[in-house]
């Protein structure tokens, strides 16, 4: 949930609102888009950059079902 805390706080300095969709407690779809054009502007791509750039922690479950430690230990 503190993505989504995160999220909203950065959302509203930016004055744009993304829906934020949350599904099977662990995953998060984000949708962007300024209605008044129709489309992605500038704006929207901003903003997704903001939110990319909010920590999130993995539980230690996810990170060993995806083997993520090793896959980073490759490509170093």
């Given at each position: 949930?503190?993505?989504?805390?995160?999220?909203?706080?950065?959302a509203e300095?930016?004055?744009?609102?993304?829906?934020?969709?949350?599904?099977?407690y662990r995953?998060?779809?984000?949708?962007?888009?300024?209605?008044?054009?129709?489309?992605?502007t500038l704006?929207?791509?901003?903003?997704?950059?903001?939110?990319?750039?909010?920590?999130?922690?993995?539980?230690?479950?996810?990170?060993?079902?995806?083997?993520?430690?090793?896959?980073?230990?490759?490509?170093?």
């Open positions: 949930m503190s993505f989504f805390n995160a999220a909203s706080e950065i300095a930016e004055g744009h609102h993304p829906d934020l969709h949350l599904t099977g995953n998060v779809r984000v949708v962007l888009s300024t209605h008044a054009v129709g489309g992605l704006p929207d791509l901003v903003l997704a950059a903001k939110l990319d750039a909010i920590p999130v922690e993995y539980s230690p479950k996810w990170i060993r079902e995806r083997n993520v430690v090793a896959a980073e230990g490759a490509s170093s």
